[in-house]
């Protein structure tokens, strides 16, 4: 795999040094993705979650955050899974955008991983729309794929869900 | 010290230390169009509140300067060092007078004309040759200074300086000297860094150009250093100190001893953790009450007692009342009545609104902007407005009240209003819209115009405005603390600035419901009183039909379900338990399936309309600090903000405005905003209405304008043939109708009649009596099931049936369809009807059944077009212009643009008649404009319409 790998990035011509990139992950329904490590301001267990009527599907409610109100989004719902059985313990990681603070749930937070772009892939063509709208690209690992959150995207279409 | 001024000296200190950081960041990119566009909006501002202070010097040098970026702003002049450092030296200058204001309250004497001519000099194109610079400079040196007190300033400087000179900062010897050496304008830089040494911190950013040519070459670090960000008033006072050294102690600082200048994030973050103390506290008090005889008991009551005032400390610190940002109006008005020579009156009420102190800081300069533009553009001269038959004193209004979460400011003056012509042609001038544009917006579209950036309809530029600041600025200022600002216009009448700003911070007090399981929060202020509602109480709710009404002191109160308008769906096991709960607070036994037998009316006012929101349960109310939604939920109408409450939950914050909308309801238009009236998409609709009474005690009644004539005829001359009463009127034999069957015409006297015509038929209603014409918007709340009866509406205060005339004529005349069968087959027109009132529709449908149409009605635009989508295919559409959301003439141009609907005829029909309404329509691609009440008009241009469509195909 490493060889390929070797071999793809010179076939297009790339530079193999490269600095790299440090992701925290964290797990939706066995999948894994990725956001910048610099991004993620809080990880917490999310309690009392308010819901919000008439709100945008993916928007689970709103949460206080040490004072901070925080609206948290489910991925499992923007990202078009089914949602997880009541009861079941969830993740929230908080981040920011346009100085607002939202918080994703999700299954559970893995570990904070250093990867080099050159292991990065544009997303496949054939990659459904939902995805394809929030994905920055995919991570080759190991043993499996991650897929990195383009947070901006994230909460815009959300906010396109409610307009439409 | 005069306030106004001590004011002025902190602001202007503070808006300087800005300029003189953005400047140096500017030179360095002069293509940042952002940073050149923030210190020319500083110091229009400087020069601004200079003018009303009567500051003529340190006015001419900021407008001088202004003059130069300016020029920078619209690409006239190149931006050089030289320019930046001739402005960085004006601001120097403007900072030495300011010392001077600040020591003795007064400008000093001198004049800065050779400054001023070398900006003008710039401005034109020219660069300041170098000989005459340094002649400048000399001049400028001697200028600032003419006093005693500054003159001793030079010396003084480096005994005052007793410290190691930072690393960036020259000394003054080195300075002169470098000053001395070098030639033409840098030297005039050096002129201004030897000022700038003056405060001898703050302004090493606007040394550094200077000092880069003249000086060592580590100044050139300087601008990386950070200015230390020393409290503006402490700084003011220190330079001041500096400036008078050990000589004098007799100007004791007093901008600084009053108040201490605090950062709002200090008090922001201080908020969250008061916020955090509540929360523990309370969780400690629960904790404690479990216990009894706890050694907790006292210390945590004292916790307790110190934490509450705590809170109400801080949570006042942020709050004051509007009027603070007001005190220096009508001062401001005052001069800018002798300097335009208007006579201008300025009333304002509301003054003790209070505002959050953030939120009162932003809008400050904004609403002075505006009362000055109002003063400015808004009135006319004094003659003008004797000449319009106006009185001549220019009255200019201020306003602010707290509405239904929010705090409205409205700016109104008696003036000439928007000059729309002109606003058009500077629009196209700017290049923001297009001759083809132009024509499809509405006035409220095109006023809008002036709140771009750069727009300014002033025909020249004066020292008050027309430099096309202000608007943009007012809008961005206020957009950024999530308000709105509008502008309602009337030729003639004046303008209406409405700036509605959302309690962003504010605290209010709420009132927390409970509806399905979850809790809301209803601003107090919109509460009017708390019903409950139950079966065996005076209040219980009544449905009819579908529409729950609730009995109140002789009204009848519009109710709306939260969990409707929510559209949450009620758990049963709570439902059900609740239910249990209430019953055993009730003591009743009641049927377990009686659900909603116990319910809570919040009677709520918005405006001058009432309805009630029903609830499931009512807790407490609870002082909240309203923060705004995350943008993502800023869509939803019904919220106007989220908090957290004292048990650390998060809750939504109810808007009544939008529960009214959301119902579908319409709200009174008061007299004050009738000017409004003419834009608003407000679907209510003034008709008359003819009441009267026959048959049961309920007064019935009828639009007037379906009603042809009122007659009266003898009893003798009724008729009796082919089972019905007749009368012989008017050479025809008319039939009489009775409202029931049951219902018994007079025997003797005079027959009261209501006639109705229609096409070549009339047909007499007969009636007890006619009771009254009343001007009223009619809404059938509870459609009727009873045959001959559209629904019931208040009227007149009353609840009153509402009489479905076309039944009466399709029973009065039993062949009319038999006569139009014909007719029918050989048109059978398909007819769309939009219109969002319930009662059109429920009048208008049938009328245009009768006389022969298919007819589909629908409650708005978006349905039309849902059915467009669905391949239905209509031969006319009939649509209403105002509607909620798109309304008729977006409708028209959205069917018109699009093929499968675009060759069908579409008639408008509307309460408003003007002229510019029908131009408007036929220019979206109507068909043909009725007014809405004329029942003929709209039968014969459907007609019309039709017949052409036929010939044309």
């Known amino acids: ?164 | 010290m005069d306030d106004l001024l001590n004011e002025f000296l902190t602001e202007t200190n503070e808006s300087l230390d800005v300029v003189d950081a953005e400047l140096v960041r500017f030179e360095k990119d002069p293509n940042d169009k952002a940073v050149l566009d923030n210190i020319f909006r500083l110091v229009h501002t400087v020069k601004g509140t200079c003018g009303f202070l009567d500051l003529p010097r340190l006015e001419a040098v900021a407008h001088a300067s202004e003059n130069v970026l300016g020029k920078f702003r619209d690409g006239e002049l190149q931006v050089t060092t030289e320019a930046v450092s001739l402005i960085l030296e004006s601001i120097d200058a403007i900072k030495s007078i300011m010392a001077d204001l600040e020591a003795t309250e007064k400008e000093p004497e001198g004049d800065d004309n050779e400054l001023i001519g070398k900006l003008n000099c710039v401005a034109a194109g020219q660069a300041p040759d170098g000989g005459e610079a340094i002649a400048q400079t000399d001049m400028l040196q001697a200028e600032p200074e003419p006093e005693p007190v500054a003159q001793e300033t030079e010396p003084d400087i480096n005994p005052t300086l007793d410290r190691p000179l930072r690393p960036g900062e020259v000394s003054l010897e080195e300075l002169e000297a470098a000053f001395a050496a070098a030639p033409g304008p840098d030297a005039e830089a050096g002129a201004s860094a030897g000022n700038a040494a003056d405060d001898a911190s703050a302004d090493i950013a606007s040394e550094a150009p200077a000092a880069e040519s003249v000086a060592s070459a580590d100044s050139a670090k300087a601008p990386e250093q950070p200015v230390p960000a020393v409290a503006p008033a402490a700084k003011a006072e220190s330079e001041k100190a500096e400036k008078q050294g050990g000589k004098s102690e007799k100007a004791e600082p007093s901008v600084a001893t009053q108040s201490v200048r605090v950062n709002v994030d200090l008090l922001e973050d201080l908020m969250t953790m008061v916020s955090e103390l509540v929360l523990t506290r309370n969780q400690l008090l629960q904790i404690v009450r479990q216990q009894e005889d706890s050694e907790f008991n006292v210390p945590l009551q004292r916790l307790n007692l110190v934490t509450t005032e705590l809170q109400e400390g801080v949570m006042k610190t942020r709050m004051q009342p509007i009027g603070n940002a007001w005190q220096k109006l009508p001062r401001i008005l005052r001069d800018l009545s002798h300097e335009l020579g208007k006579k201008i009156d300025l009333q304002m009420s509301g003054a003790d609104t209070e505002l959050d102190r953030q939120v009162l800081e932003l809008i400050k300069d904004p609403l002075t902007h505006m009362v000055r533009n109002s003063a400015d553009h808004g009135l006319e001269s004094t003659e003008g407005r004797i000449a319009a038959g106006k009185p001549p004193v220019g009255v200019i209004k201020l306003d602010a009240y707290h509405e239904g979460g929010h705090v409205i400011i409205r700016i109104s003056d008696d003036g000439g209003g928007l000059n729309l012509e002109k606003i058009k042609s500077k629009a196209l001038a700017v290049g923001l819209t297009s001759e083809g544009e132009l024509d499809q917006l509405s006035e409220q579209q095109i006023s809008n115009f002036i709140f771009k950036p750069g727009f300014s309809t002033a025909q020249e530029v004066t020292s008050v405005s027309g430099r096309g600041v202000g608007m943009d600025v007012v809008r961005s200022n206020i957009e950024k603390i999530g308000g709105t600002v509008e502008v309602r216009s009337e030729v003639g009448r004046g303008s209406v600035f409405t700036i509605k700003i959302p309690l962003t911070l504010a605290i209010v007090s709420a009132l927390v419901v409970e509806s399905c399981g979850e809790r809301f929060a209803i601003p107090q202020i919109s509460v009017v009183e708390l019903v409950r509602a139950s079966s065996n109480s005076e209040h219980r709710v009544e449905k009819l039909k579908e529409t729950p009404v609730l009995r109140l002191r002789d009204q009848l109160l519009p109710l709306v379900y939260l969990s409707d308008v929510l559209g949450l769906e009620a758990d049963p096991d709570i439902a059900v338990q609740q239910d249990d709960e209430a019953d055993v607070a009730a003591g009743n036994d009641r049927q377990p399936d009686a659900k909603n037998d116990d319910e809570f009316v919040v009677v709520t006012q918005v405006g001058t309309f009432r309805f009630g929101i029903v609830v499931d349960r009512v807790f407490d109310t609870e002082e909240i600090v309203v923060k705004p939604v995350a943008p993502i939920l800023r869509d939803i109408s019904v919220f106007s903000g989220n908090t957290i409450l004292g048990d650390g939950s998060v809750i939504m914050i109810l808007d009544p405005n939008g529960i009214a909308d959301a119902c579908g309801d319409v709200k009174d238009e008061n007299d004050e905003a009738a000017l409004e009236a003419a834009n608003a998409q407000d679907s209510s609709e003034k008709i008359s209405i003819l009441i009267f009474n026959t048959g049961s005690a309920e007064p019935k009644a009828v639009p007037l304008s379906l009603v042809s004539r009122l007659e009266e005829v003898e009893c003798t001359d009724i008729e009796r043939s082919n089972g019905i009463d007749v009368v012989q009127y008017r050479g025809q034999v008319m039939p009489i109708l009775r409202i029931s069957d049951s219902y018994e015409l007079r025997k003797e006297g005079r027959q009261p009649l209501l006639v109705f015509a229609d096409e070549t038929r009339t047909m007499g209603l007969a009636v007890d009596e006619i009771v009254d014409i009343v001007e009223e918007q009619l809404k059938i709340e509870l459609p009727s099931d009873c045959e001959g009866m559209l629904g019931t509406a208040v009227v007149n205060g009353m609840a009153t049936e509402i009489v479905d005339v076309s039944h009466y004529l399709v029973k009065a005349f039993p062949d009319w369809f038999d006569e139009n069968r014909q007719e029918r087959a050989k048109s059978n027109k398909h007819l769309l009807l939009v219109d969002d009132s319930s009662f059109f529709r429920n009048m208008l449908a049938p009328l245009l059944a009768t006389v022969g149409y298919k007819v589909t009605a629908v409650e708005n635009a978006d349905r039309a077009l849902e059915l467009r989508e669905l391949g239905n295919h209509f031969d006319v559409i009939v649509s209403d212009i105002e509607m909620p959301g798109m309304d008729g003439f977006d409708l028209a141009s959205e069917i018109r643009s699009d093929e499968r609907w675009g060759k069908t005829p579409i008639v408008a029909i509307s309460s408003h008649g003007t002229p510019q309404d029908f131009d408007r329509g036929r220019s979206v691609g109507f068909t043909d404009y009725v007014v809405k009440t004329d029942r003929r008009g709209l039968l014969e241009s459907i007609q019309e319409t039709l017949h052409m469509e036929g010939s044309a195909a």
């Not at chain 1, 990725?34 to 928007?59: C, N, R, S, Y």
């Not at chain 1, 078009?80 to 981040?95: D, R, S």
């Not at chain 1, 990065?120 to 729309?129: A, G, M, T």
């Not at chain 1, 939902?130 to 690992?141: E, F, I, T």
């Open chain 1, 1 to 164: 795999m490493t060889d390929n790998l070797v071999t793809d990035v010179q076939a297009m011509g790339g530079d193999i040094k490269d600095s790299g990139q440090s992701f925290v992950t964290m797990i939706v329904a066995d999948q894994l993705f990725g956001v910048p490590v610099l991004d993620v301001h809080d990880v917490f267990i999310p309690t009392k979650l308010a819901h919000v009527p008439m709100a945008a599907p993916e928007v689970a409610g709103v949460l206080n955050l040490r004072g901070r109100i925080v609206t948290a989004i489910d991925l499992r719902r923007r990202l078009g899974y089914p949602l997880l059985e009541e009861g079941k313990q969830v993740m929230a990681v908080v981040i920011e955008h346009h100085g607002e603070p939202y918080s994703l749930l999700i299954d559970s937070v893995g570990e904070v991983l250093n990867l080099a772009d050159a292991s990065c892939e544009r997303n496949p063509v054939n990659l459904d729309q939902r995805w394809r709208d929030v994905s920055g690209g995919v991570y080759r690992l190991e043993d499996k794929l991650m897929v990195v959150l383009q947070l901006d995207k994230i909460i815009e279409t959300g906010n396109g869900a409610i307009a439409a």
